[in-house]
């Protein structure tokens, strides 16, 4: 069974740092893209980055480039996304999720909610 | 842009739901379809436009490509209200706002 397990949300500051992790079991890490997408009420669902196999290749969204970081471990069965220079306007359940071939998303985690606020 | 209608459908057990998803420009058949529950991460329906994920009901179908496309939900039952998003991954990957399924 695949499972993926966030964790690493919290309450944090405007400009504070945060950084989620993603543990994955029940298939091979290693041979799919990795996503996260988060979730807010007012904008609903929004895809945040992604990561290829092997880590060469990373895609942000236009909204979070300079400021996040998806990094993954394979020896680990472990995804990441460090958050930096946060804003109120990225307050969202951030959820880990497999890409599957072509780019939808088959499995998620169950959700880490991240609050920014002062 | 992804463009789904109605914002909110307000139908009965047993009755047919019709959802739409419109982009902005054509896709191809490059869309999914998903259902979430309050207090629970999207579920996989649909991909490729028309195919059931696995362990989907019959009375979920999907259609359309291009610009346009349905999500059908052939009687419904109680545990199908909730939200259901699609998304785009023809060119990155984008969700609709979602429709509304309620009684």
């Known amino acids: 069974e695949v499972q993926l397990v966030e964790s690493g949300g919290g309450l944090v500051q405007p400009g504070g740092s945060l950084r989620l992790s993603c543990v994955a079991s029940?298939?091979?890490?290693?041979?799919?893209?990795m996503s996260w997408v988060r979730q807010t009420p007012g904008k609903g669902l929004e895809w945040v980055a992604n990561?290829?196999?092997?880590?060469?290749?990373?895609y942000y969204v236009d909204s979070v480039k300079d400021r996040f970081t998806i990094s993954r471990d394979n020896a680990e069965n472990s995804l990441y996304l460090q958050m930096n220079s946060l804003r109120t306007e990225d307050t969202a359940i951030y959820y880990c999720?497999?890409?599957?071939?072509?780019?939808?998303?088959?499995?998620w985690g169950q959700g880490a909610l991240v609050t920014v606020s002062s | 842009v992804m463009t789904q209608s109605p914002a909110t459908l307000s139908l009965s057990p047993g009755d047919r739901a019709t959802l739409s998803c419109r982009a902005s420009?054509?896709?191809?058949?490059?869309l999914a379809w998903y259902q979430q529950k309050a207090g629970q991460a999207p579920r996989l329906l649909i991909y490729?436009?028309?195919t059931r994920a696995t362990g989907v009901p019959a009375r979920f179908s999907g259609s359309g490509s291009g610009t346009e496309f349905t999500l059908t939900i052939s009687g419904l039952q109680s545990e199908d209200f909730g939200v259901y998003y699609c998304?785009?991954?023809?060119?990155?990957?984008?969700f609709g706002q979602g429709t509304k399924v309620e009684i």
């Open positions: 999720a497999r890409d599957n071939f072509g780019g939808y998303f088959a499995h």
């Open positions: 029940g298939f091979p890490f290693s041979a799919y893209w």
């Open positions: 990561i290829y196999e092997d880590g060469s290749q990373k």
């Open positions: 420009q054509s896709i191809n058949n490059n």
């Open positions: 490729g436009a028309s």
């Open positions: 998304q785009q991954y023809f060119d990155w990957k984008m």
